[in-house]
Structure formats: C-alpha cells, structure tokens
C-alpha cells in the first residue's frame, strides 16, 4: 500500500458515528503508540470536541477502550493527503463528503465505503480522482453513540466485508491486516455484490419493520404481522436480486429470520432511531432505491409499496 509519505499509512475515517466510531474506535486504540500508521477521525461539533478533549471511548463486547487519535478535525487543509479513506456517514451525506474531502484523495488512495446500499459504487465512483481505488463494503453490526464521545457496540458480529467486484487487488490482503491487527473481524473479497445484497436482504426489512412497528429487531419474532411484512419485504428483494443476475442463497428468509435473534435486548435499526428523533433517514436508499430498480426490471413490490406509504404517513420527518 503506497504511503502519501515515507513514514505512515494515513487512514481517516469520516462520519464518527456508531459504525465510523467502532472501526475508528479499534484502529486508534490499536494504533496510537504505532510509528507507521496514524489514524485520522472526520467528525465536526460536540462530537469532534468531546474527542479533542478526552478522545473516544467505545464499548464493545464488555470491554472499554480509550481511543485517541492522531487529529481529529474536518478542515480539508489540516486532514491532508491520506492513504484510506473510509466513509462511515449515511448513505444520503456520501456525495458530500467525497466533494469536500476531494484534496485529500490521491491517485492512490483507497475509498471504502460501509453504507447499507447495494449501488455504492454508481454513487461514490463519479467523484473519485483518476486512479483511486474503490473497495465496496459492508459491516455487520448494531452500534450507537450514546453520547459525544462515547459510543457502545450493542450487538452483532461486528464483522465487516470489503473489496471488489472481479478485480484483485494485493492491497485489499494488506487492508485485511491492517484491520484485523486492530481487533476488527475483516474479510478482504472480490465477489463482493452478493456479499453486499445479502445484508441488503436483512437491513432494507428490518429497518422498514422496526420503524413501522416500533419495534426492537428481536421483536420481530414475536408479531406475527411483523414477521409476515418481514419476509415479504425479502421476497421481493430476492426476485429482484434474481433480476440482476445476483448470486443469492435460496434461504434467505429463514436465516434472517433466525438471524434477527443474535441481536439481543433493545436493539433498534439506525433507520428506526433516525425517524423516531425527526432526524434525516436513509429512505431513498433502503426503500425507495428498491421499488424504483424493480419497476427497471419488472418485478412486482406490493410489500415495499405499501411501506412506503405507510413509513410517509407515521412520521412527519419524511414529508417536511
């Protein structure tokens, strides 16, 4: 992996929230008395003070960790040139960020991205320099700030996946290590669209029917409703993925189903939280996305149409 100088691997990491304060979170604890990579967090008011003063604090698994980073900022000029960029903001602040980071990727930086879509790269591509890299991603993971500066890793693997669609590249190995040295469960692949389609399978419904029902993604389980728009929603979502010649395994339904019970205790999708605070949600990309591309190819979505109509009429945020 070429460095921006003869020293460290730059690594920044942008949108300090539950995702980008997990992967940050590991990296910077690991790396803060390590000489050759320097850990850069992107993150801007009460959350870019709270980590000046006292760095981040992440809880996972039981375990805390103090998380200092080498600059924490979201001044173009004084983040500079860096060798990996991450992007851990919602799915809507992305073609934001790659225009106001813009000076800081090179030729040879790599961009990953952790968004929960299935057309990442149709997004993020347009605003790359020539030569950069792009590596899809996507983290299995329930994590959340619990206020600035701390954030807890509440349930999940927390295991992320990146990489290419048929392109080798050696870097994404040493990416792997780079991540996995920190403690962070990491697969480098280069078949990543079924990897990104089957947790598009699980977090498209599951953030429909947590946000619709109120309810915790265990609580699924236990209404029956719930549970039958749940797998009609993923239904859907498999003939469409059919459509585009996307590899899928035919249980889909059953496991995320059982899938939903590793998540234990009063776990809630970011989608749901985001509605619930009249905060800005991710409905283009996880619902509307879905029935604009099965219309492209013909496949029916009563179950996402209904959804939507039902999400527009429960929560004032998504007509203001």
Request: proline residues 3%.
């Given at each position: 992996m070429k460095m921006t100088s003869n020293k460290n691997t730059r690594i920044a990491i942008a949108g300090i929230g539950g995702i980008g304060g997990y992967i940050g979170g590991k990296l910077a604890h690991y790396y803060s008395d390590k000489d050759d990579v320097e850990?850069?967090?992107?993150?801007?008011?009460?959350?870019?003070?709270?980590?000046?003063?006292?760095?981040?604090?992440?809880?996972s698994k039981g375990v805390t960790y103090a998380c200092v980073p080498a600059l924490t900022s979201d001044d173009p000029v004084k983040i500079g040139k860096v060798d990996l960029f991450i992007i851990c903001t919602k799915n809507f602040s992305v073609?934001?960020?790659?225009?106001?980071?813009?000076?800081?990727?090179?030729?040879?930086?790599?961009?990953?991205?952790?968004?929960?879509?299935?057309?990442?790269?149709?997004?993020?591509?347009?605003?790359?320099?020539?030569?950069?890299?792009l590596m899809e991603g996507s983290i299995y993971i329930a994590s959340n700030i619990v206020a600035p500066g701390k954030v807890h890793h509440v349930g999940g693997p927390a295991k992320l996946f990146f990489g290419s669609d048929g392109v080798v590249d050696d870097k994404g190995d040493e990416i792997a290590k780079l991540f996995t040295d920190a403690g962070i469960d990491a697969t480098y692949t280069t078949d990543i669209k079924p990897v990104l389609w089957k947790k598009f399978m699980f977090v498209s419904p599951a953030a429909i029917v947590t946000a619709i029902f109120q309810t915790t993604f265990s609580g699924i389980t236990e209404n029956s409703e719930a549970k039958e728009l749940f797998a009609g929603l993923m239904a859907e979502l498999m003939q469409l993925a059919k459509a585009k010649n996307i590899t899928i395994d035919e249980n889909t339904i059953a496991n995320n189903i059982n899938l939903l019970s590793n998540f234990k205790g009063e776990v809630k999708s970011s989608f749901q939280l985001d509605l619930e605070n009249?905060?800005?949600?991710?409905?283009?990309?996880?619902?509307?996305?879905?029935?604009?591309?099965a219309k492209l190819y013909k496949v029916p979505t009563p179950y996402f149409d209904s959804s939507l109509t039902r999400l527009i009429v429960q929560y004032d945020s998504l007509t203001a």
């Amino acid at each position: 992996m070429k460095m921006t100088s003869n020293k460290n691997t730059r690594i920044a990491i942008a949108g300090i929230g539950g995702i980008g304060g997990y992967i940050g979170g590991k990296l910077a604890h690991y790396y803060s008395d390590k000489d050759d990579v320097e850990i850069v967090f992107i993150a801007r008011g009460e959350m870019a003070d709270a980590i000046n003063q006292n760095g981040l604090t992440l809880v996972s698994k039981g375990v805390t960790y103090a998380c200092v980073p080498a600059l924490t900022s979201d001044d173009p000029v004084k983040i500079g040139k860096v060798d990996l960029f991450i992007i851990c903001t919602k799915n809507f602040s992305v073609a934001a960020i790659l225009e106001k980071y813009a000076d800081c990727l090179t030729a040879n930086t790599i961009v990953i991205t952790t968004q929960n879509t299935v057309n990442g790269k149709e997004t993020v591509a347009p605003y790359l320099p020539d030569g950069a890299t792009l590596m899809e991603g996507s983290i299995y993971i329930a994590s959340n700030i619990v206020a600035p500066g701390k954030v807890h890793h509440v349930g999940g693997p927390a295991k992320l996946f990146f990489g290419s669609d048929g392109v080798v590249d050696d870097k994404g190995d040493e990416i792997a290590k780079l991540f996995t040295d920190a403690g962070i469960d990491a697969t480098y692949t280069t078949d990543i669209k079924p990897v990104l389609w089957k947790k598009f399978m699980f977090v498209s419904p599951a953030a429909i029917v947590t946000a619709i029902f109120q309810t915790t993604f265990s609580g699924i389980t236990e209404n029956s409703e719930a549970k039958e728009l749940f797998a009609g929603l993923m239904a859907e979502l498999m003939q469409l993925a059919k459509a585009k010649n996307i590899t899928i395994d035919e249980n889909t339904i059953a496991n995320n189903i059982n899938l939903l019970s590793n998540f234990k205790g009063e776990v809630k999708s970011s989608f749901q939280l985001d509605l619930e605070n009249n905060k800005p949600a991710e409905i283009d990309s996880l619902v509307k996305y879905v029935i604009d591309e099965a219309k492209l190819y013909k496949v029916p979505t009563p179950y996402f149409d209904s959804s939507l109509t039902r999400l527009i009429v429960q929560y004032d945020s998504l007509t203001a």
